[in-house]
């Protein structure tokens, strides 16, 4: 029986995605369990619900720690995204624009002083956009490069009234930390020392609603060839949602991959994210470890094989996939 969830539901769920602390967690999962429509077709999601919210009680409140503040951010979602840029490139707008975060916004520059995460929708998955300070000559905190360093992959933010100063800026500041970016898509460059970190890279022109962006756009594009796939937003319509998340997708390398339990309905509503690439072992290892030592052979319906197909562990698997594992 399919779970026809309802929006109500489908706008908890949100808000739990985009939870960061505990009691926000615990809070949005109650959410869903009070308004999931109640029939069997969601038996197995209320009791997962269940289950996890069980967990989340069960831990212990973080105390506060005398040496300061933490400022790794645990990774959520189908990929972390660190947003890199220079002053009022548009960053914080983005993340305000897409997530449920609340960066502080405005006019003028250096208003970020902190790292702000929130999970950005995307069809059926969500990405985890982090906010970072601007880069700048002035000052840059240590721990901006090393949630830098932390990510799947980089936001490089500029915004379309100055492009070039903003993309020398980053890429010069990145450098003097060993940090390079290469184009999202293509394989990583070797490092010319040892220490160096490369990140796969995506493009993002900010300000494609102001008077004369699409010419200054085309300017740019007849002064320096940008190596970088590239998505142009307006931080002021939802427009561009669709496609800086496909382009985000790509360019994370993944895939989804749907569960199915032996003579049930797949569960279309949670996929799993998988590198391209990834195996049925894979699979089954991001299920659980145990699961991934007993399996013995899996049943496949999706591009990567005939409908209800047996195959063996080592099967390479494919967007789309809906997986039945046996053990």
């Known amino acids: 029986m399919p779970a026809n969830l309802t929006p ?39 009791a ?12 212990p409140k973080k105390k506060g720690v005398a040496k300061g503040i933490s400022h790794k951010i645990p990774k959520e979602g189908a990929g972390q995204v660190a947003l ?19 960066p502080d916004v405005a006019a003028y520059p250096m208003t970020t002083l902190k790292a702000t995460p929130g999970m950005m929708p995307y069809e059926d998955v969500g990405f985890q956009l982090v906010d970072l300070p601007p880069l700048c000559h002035e000052h840059v905190e240590p721990w901006v490069y ?13 915004s379309i009234r100055a ?34 970190t490369y990140k796969k890279t995506l493009l993002v022109i900010t300000g494609m609603d102001l008077p004369g962006a699409q010419g200054d756009l085309e300017a740019l594009e007849e002064l320096i060839e940008l190596p970088w796939p590239r998505v142009t937003v307006s931080t002021t319509t939802d427009d561009s949602l669709e496609a800086l998340g496909r382009a985000t997708f790509e360019a994370l390398d993944i895939m989804r991959v749907y569960s199915k339990e032996p003579r049930k309905d797949p569960d279309l509503t949670r996929p799993f994210t998988l590198t391209r690439g ?21 049943r496949v319906w999706g591009p990567s094989a005939f409908d209800g197909q047996s195959v063996h562990e080592h099967h390479v698997l494919e967007e789309g996939d809906v997986v039945e594992l046996h053990r």
């Open 8 to 46: 109500i539901y489908r706008e908890a769920e949100a808000k739990f995605k985009a939870a960061v602390t505990r009691e926000e967690k615990i809070a949005a999962l109650e959410e869903m369990l009070r308004v999931i429509p109640k029939h069997k077709g969601t038996e197995h999601l209320q």
């Open 48 to 59: 997962d619900l269940r289950s996890r919210l069980s967990k989340l009680r069960q831990e």
């Open 84 to 102: 890199v840029g220079a002053p009022n490139s548009g960053k914080s707008s983005l993340v305000a624009q897409f997530t449920h975060a609340k």
């Open 146 to 158: 090393d949630l830098t360093r932390a990510a799947d992959l980089v936001w490089l933010v500029v």
């Open 163 to 196: 492009p070039l100063q903003g993309l020398e800026l980053v890429e010069e500041l990145l450098a003097g930390k060993a940090i390079g970016l290469y184009p999202a898509g293509t394989d990583a460059p070797e490092a010319p020392r040892p220490g160096w």
């Open 278 to 298: 990834s195996t049925v072992e894979d699979l089954a290892r991001a299920i659980h470890k145990e699961i991934a030592e007993e399996i013995r052979f899996a």
